[in-house]
């Protein structure tokens, strides 16, 4: 049987399609897509009122209301844009076809467009992304485990001078962990914290109480035995005990993993919480097809207030 990905259900939107479209095109997909519940008719930001004056040569809209002068991306992620409606929906499904995430530098290639722009943007569709996670609870078999990244030790050149980087004195104090729930069949949510341990709060907060966990035996989910029906499975032994693993856990960690060493190289320190959503994203949605996803991305961005982490970036005083 064919797997879904290599099938053409999976393939559903081309940047050959977005191409050809046109920018008029383009701009109609924003407008239906922001304004659904009109039917693609302007909707004021400001103050709701449906009806307003059109001014096609600038692209905008004026509320007869309250006179507001606004277009289809006021207010959203996308305010303050400067690239072209069909380059804005390329660089989306440039974005949803990575299936390892898609590199800023590689965006900027394709779209001839700065380093920066690129840069900015994808972080602002991974913010879009993450608007799914938003109050999610796990319930039924969750599988829970952590990862480490960022805070490499270069070794040194000479091997008498090299230290055991295993040791906590030899570390650089910038390696972060990635804590995964993921929920059979289901969800997944994520977290960065200093070591494992640190997720019990976030476990009590995101995972119901008849669900049954599955860990490692790692130390740090000890504390889990007082809340929750608790399975573990020692990987030093096995990988699958009577039912518990955390299969689905280690299928995130290897998706984030290859994001970090084959396409973005470095993804730690005080991005790495981004990086992390976008993976669960990723995997969350793996078997909807990618004109789906580009969907679901614009819609979010459109969804989206403007953003206070990513507005105005490079103009911030370092």
Not at 170 to 199: H, Q, T, W, Y
Not at 242 to 254: H, I
Not at 262 to 277: D, F, N, P, S, V
Request: glycine share 8%; with cysteine.
């Amino acid at each position: 049987m064919q797997h879904f990905l290599l099938s053409s259900k999976a393939r559903t939107i081309s940047l050959k399609a977005v191409f050809t479209m046109g920018e008029d095109k383009a701009y109609r997909t924003f407008c239906q897509m922001r304004w659904a519940e009109t039917d693609g008719e302007a909707v004021c930001p400001r103050c709701g009122c449906v009806e307003s004056y059109d001014i096609p040569t600038r692209r905008k809209f004026k509320c007869v209301a309250c006179h507001h002068q606004f277009s289809v991306t006021s207010g959203t992620m996308f305010a303050s844009r400067k690239m072209s409606f069909t380059d804005l929906l390329a660089a989306i499904v440039i974005f949803v076809n990575g299936a390892k995430g898609v590199a800023a530098l590689q965006l900027s290639r394709d779209l001839s467009c700065q380093y920066k722009t690129a840069f900015v943007l994808t972080h602002k569709l991974r913010e879009a992304m993450a608007r799914e996670q938003i109050g999610r609870k796990l319930d039924g078999v969750v599988e829970i485990d952590g990862a480490f990244f960022g805070g490499h030790v270069k070794p040194e050149n000479v091997k008498a001078d090299r230290k055991d980087r295993r040791l906590s004195e030899n570390r650089s104090g910038k390696r972060m962990c990635v804590v995964i729930m993921r929920s059979r069949n289901g969800k997944s949510l994520p977290f960065v914290v200093r070591n494992e341990g640190d997720a019990v709060p976030f476990v009590r907060d995101h995972v119901g109480t008849l669900a049954t966990i599955h860990a490692d035996e790692g130390t740090g989910w000890d504390a889990l035995h007082a809340g929750w029906d608790t399975k573990r499975v020692n990987h030093s032994v096995q990988f699958f005990d009577d039912g518990a693993c955390t299969n689905q856990a280690e299928s995130y960690f290897s998706r984030l993993r290859r994001m970090e060493v084959g396409t973005h190289h470095h993804i730690a320190g005080q991005y790495l919480y981004q990086y992390a959503r976008e993976a669960s994203w990723r995997e969350d949605n793996r078997r909807i097809d990618n004109g789906m996803q580009a969907a679901m991305v614009l819609d979010a961005g459109l969804a989206s207030r403007v953003s206070r982490n990513w507005k105005g970036y490079w103009q911030r005083a370092a």
